[in-house]
């Protein structure tokens, strides 16, 4: 399969595996503000919107000869970005803010102790994740490694 080809086809599954890694994180980040289902869907639309937006800002990476040959022969730097945008997250809540907070979303409810990321330090881990799981490519390597570790056989089976 041509790179070209390759590269656009991988798009569908980048979609998918962005969207739920963006949710994911996103009810994980939302968890000190959360107030049911709506806090959910809310997440899910944020994720579905910043992957598709992740999707057209990378477009060039498979447009693009020459930084799709690039993208392509350097696996490596998803590898790196994904955790830098993991230590970013984490960093989010490090330098967040404890102590009294009022959320609109609990309607006229008195203050409570919470704990709550710093939010310009999370959208940016947030957008970094984004665009590396929606142009992840990972090294083949690794992956060609992991599928060829054989499963340990059920006790007293014969192979």
Known sequence: MSPARLAW???????????????????????SVADGIETAVEVAVVAAATTLAALAVGL??????????????????????VGVSLIIAVLAWIVGDAGITRFPSFGGMPGYDAYVPDWRVAIAGWCLLAFTTAHGWWPTRLLAGLASTPSPSPRGARP
Do not use: E, K, Q
């Open 9 to 31: 086809s991988a798009m569908p599954i980048h979609m998918v595996i962005c969207g739920a890694v963006l949710y994911l994180d996103g009810l994980f980040l939302f968890a």
């Open 60 to 81: 060039p990476l498979r447009a693009i000869p020459l930084l799709r040959r690039w993208w392509l022969g350097h696996p490596a730097v998803t590898l790196v970005a």
